[in-house]
């Protein structure tokens, strides 16, 4: 398929080549707020580096963006610290579950990557100390990039996590017995659960990510990461961003892509445009069914992948 210089045609083409997908899966219950959402969901939205996105389905739905969050504090933390932060978290695939607590004592506390649970709270621990408000610098960061001024936590989304959040705690006090994680646990806590509950739609997502799409630049023109950061970040996601699934996210949509527990996945055509889809029906590695589907035909479409 040729492609066209909207984003519209293919987007309207994937979502009736995918009807069957929505409502297979289950949406996450193990955080119970989470487990109410419909299956059956679907959305999907394009942005253009220049801000312009297209959509299709639920679009313009807000969902909980979870471990999609993961990015964003990521870059954050890399254009305040640069490669410091690669002495507190690794970056290679752990083949485990996101959740998984089995490597990390054999690896003296160290997080495999920073997409992972226990990276993630070491990079949200640096992000904290850097800005002394983790959640409140990512809010600020994500509402200009996306351009919604509203975007916000859901305090009953991180509520409900922190009230079943037993394997994040185990993480983060294992990782504080070896000075990985400096700021008190249950403040880090905290942070993390409200970080991971941010309510955005797959428009708003696909437009905070254009910054991967622009290398590095951001929305206003300024420079948030330097053109081989942005690779970095890109790197990192093609290979720790789905979990254990890498691989096989890899093999069918073959893009930098960050997937959540709320059904959405991020992922982006470097220089080309970046994408957000979301429909809460999970595969058991904690992937969106529907969402992985949608990318897998938005690049067998359109030829842009990165390889
Ligand atoms: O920490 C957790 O378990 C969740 N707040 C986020 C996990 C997540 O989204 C993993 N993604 N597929």
Redesign the pocket.
Same mark, same amino acid.
């Given at each position: 398929m040729a492609l066209s210089p909207s984003f519209q045609p293919v987007l309207e083409r994937i979502a009736a080549d995918i009807a069957a997908a929505p409502g297979r899966g289950r949406p +996450?219950d193990?955080?119970p707020a989470l487990a109410e959402a419909d299956p059956r969901r679907f959305g999907m939205a394009v942005a253009e580096p220049d801000g312009t996105v297209y959509g299709v389905g639920d679009w313009q739905q807000p969902f909980?963006?979870?471990?999609?969050t993961?990015v964003f504090t990521l870059a954050l933390v890399l254009s305040l610290e640069g490669e410091a932060l690669w002495e507190h978290v690794g970056r290679e695939p752990s083949g485990n579950p996101? *959740?998984s607590l089995v490597q990390l004592e054999y690896e003296h506390g160290i997080p495999r990557n920073p997409?992972i *649970?226990a990276g +993630? #709270?070491v990079v949200t621990d640096r992000l904290h100390t850097l800005t002394g408000d983790a959640c409140g610098t990512l809010r600020e960061f994500m509402r200009a990039e996306s351009g919604c001024p509203g975007l916000a936590f859901d305090e009953r989304v991180a509520a409900s996590?922190s009230a079943s959040?037993d @394997? *994040?705690a185990a993480l983060a006090h294992f990782m504080a017995s070896y000075r990985h994680i400096t700021n008190p646990v249950p403040e880090l806590l905290s942070q993390?659960?409200r970080?991971?509950?941010l309510e955005a739609s797959c428009a708003d997502l696909a437009r905070a990510a254009g910054f991967l799409a622009r290398h590095g630049i951001r929305a206003d023109g300024s420079a948030l990461l330097t053109r081989i950061e942005a690779k970095r970040v890109n790197a990192v996601m093609l290979t720790c961003g789905?979990?254990d699934a890498a691989g096989d996210f890899a093999y069918r949509v073959g893009l930098p892509g960050?997937?959540?527990?709320?059904g959405g996945i991020i992922a982006v055509v470097p220089g080309r445009c970046s994408l957000c889809v979301w429909s809460p029906g #999970?595969d058991e @590695?904690? *992937?969106s069914v529907a969402g992985v589907a949608a990318l897998d035909r938005f690049t067998t479409l359109t030829g842009l992948s990165v390889f």
């Open positions: +996450a193990y955080i909980s963006a979870q471990s999609i993961k996101f *959740n997409f *649970n +993630a #709270l996590e959040g @394997r *994040n993390y659960f970080q991971c509950a789905t979990y960050k997937s959540g527990v709320g #999970l @590695r904690g *992937n």
